[in-house]
């Protein structure tokens, strides 16, 4: 971990900025400090009491929390000497964040394809299953990541939801997320909007389940999961949305959130390929939705 002190502040240490911003008690950075584990640019180690320099940066390593692992495959669809894609499975986060660091698809991918320095392109929240963007070279990663930024990347979802006859479709949703930090769930709020989805029924069956088509056209935080909820069909499997269930205990992997990234499309930047890939992957609530329902 790196981390850089802030330009302005009121701590005479770095000592007392770590204590404030680690949140791992002053036993724990002071026990670090003796053990010589916070380090400087030099590669020395960095005292308790050196003075607060604004811009300093200090290097430590993480102690990872034990991780339940996620036990399903991660499948590469496609590789060249520029991009890795992925066919991410529910429940496995794209990249280290929080609790989750090793049951990540960017650890689990530099582990077994052996490219430390590989790096997402975009994320796909921990929940939702598909494709996910990787690229090979540091220096090329902003090229893709401006696809994304600017739009000119297709992105096709599919999901599992209730069948409302009375709901008219094919229809574009427009509203205003927000997704405050500490809050699980984002909202709807009024104002401009920033959040724009097209929604389409595939097709329906009779147990009142309908399949969805879901094209984004923005990239707010569950974006998809709230229009669909607005519109009174939310997608099956989903914790969040339209109340926040009980995350149950670690390693609940039952019933996963029936939400697919089904289509990637774009023009490469750096090689000037067109790409189109395809998830193929099959939603378990469609597939058998009593099989999903009863999952133990």
């Known amino acids: 971990m790196r981390v850089r002190l802030p330009q302005q502040g009121a701590w005479a240490t770095v000592r007392e900025h770590l204590v404030e911003r680690l949140a791992a008690g002053g036993g724990v950075v002071d026990e670090m400090f003796a053990a010589g584990l916070f380090v400087g640019a030099d590669g020395r180690a960095v005292a308790a ?6 811009g300093m940066f200090v290097w430590f390593h993480r102690e990872l929390p034990d991780e339940v692992p996620v036990p399903f495959p991660l499948e590469v669809v496609y590789r060249d000497a520029h991009i890795v894609v992925v066919d991410k499975p529910h429940f496995l986060a794209t990249t280290p964040r929080g609790s989750h660091v090793t049951e990540t698809a960017l650890a689990r991918l ?3 394809l052996g ?11 921990r929940l939702t299953a598909g494709l996910v ?10 090229a893709y990541q401006t696809l994304f930024r600017d739009r000119r990347v297709h992105k096709e979802y599919e999901a599992v939801a209730p069948y409302d006859a009375s709901l008219a479709l094919p229809r574009t949703v ?8 500490g809050e699980l769930a984002a909202r709807e709020v009024a104002g401009e909007p920033n959040a724009v989805s097209r929604v389409e029924l595939i097709e329906h069956r009779a147990d009142g389940l309908g399949r969805y088509r ?7 935080t569950h974006q998809l ?3 669909m909820n607005a519109l009174g069909v939310p997608i099956l499997g989903d914790p969040l ?6 995350p149950g205990p670690a390693g609940d992997f039952r019933r996963p959130l029936q939400l697919l990234a089904r289509a990637l499309e774009f023009t490469d930047p750096v090689t000037g390929a067109e790409h189109r890939f395809r998830s193929g992957r099959v939603l378990g609530a469609w597939a058998s939705y009593g099989t999903w329902a009863c999952r133990p």
């Open 49 to 54: 009491d050196a003075p607060y320099v604004p």
């Open 110 to 112: 530099r582990r077994e």
């Open 115 to 125: 490219l430390p320095t590989l790096g997402a392109a975009h994320r796909l929240d």
């Open 133 to 142: 963007l990787f690229t090979v070279r540091p220096e090329e990663r902003g």
């Open 174 to 181: 427009r509203s205003r997320i927000v997704k405050e930090r």
């Open 214 to 220: 879901l094209l984004p056209e923005t990239g707010q």
């Open 225 to 227: 999961r709230v229009h």
């Open 241 to 246: 949305y339209p109340v926040v269930a009980d």
